[in-house]
């Protein structure tokens, strides 16, 4: 029987989601699905991540970027949307913060604009149909660096 207040067991782990404080790293979604980015939604908060908020296009994602900051850990930029794409979008981003980490989310075959995304200062990049274990394991990467 575990009591609150137990000592954590042996293989208990902190979600990738949290930072060593325990608080939860802030996390902007910026893509035109609703599919993806409920998909993406889900799969970082049943992590502990904390979706601050989601935007439908380049344009509302630089702005929503701008809202947030400094209180934003991560954006995750879908590559290809309306109004204003996510390389645009990635460099408007870079361009008022330099330090901002985002990871480019791309359908296959896009491999030409996911390196002109990273040489645009991208930290990493995803690919759709998004897969649960490489979408952590790219986003833990990212915020390490």
Do not use: H, W
């Not at 799969?43 to 702005?63: C, P, R, Y």
């Amino acid at each position: 029987m575990k009591i609150k207040g137990d000592a954590g067991g042996i293989g208990e782990r902190k979600p990738d989601g949290q930072r060593v404080d325990g608080e939860s790293y802030r996390v902007l979604i910026v893509d035109d699905s609703m599919f993806v980015t409920k998909q993406m939604g889900q799969i970082l908060t049943s992590e502990g991540f904390q979706v601050v908020a989601t935007a439908g296009d380049g344009e509302e994602g630089v702005q929503k970027y701008k809202e947030l900051y400094p209180n934003i850990d991560l954006v995750t930029m879908d590559i290809t949307m309306p109004k204003m794409d996510g390389i645009t979008a990635l460099e408007k981003i870079i361009e008022f913060d330099k330090e901002a980490k985002v990871i480019m989310v791309s359908a296959l075959g896009k491999q030409d604009l996911v390196k002109k995304s990273l040489l645009s200062g991208a930290k990493n990049y995803i690919v759709k149909p998004l897969d649960r274990k490489k979408v952590l394991e790219r986003i833990v990467m990212s915020l390490n660096k």
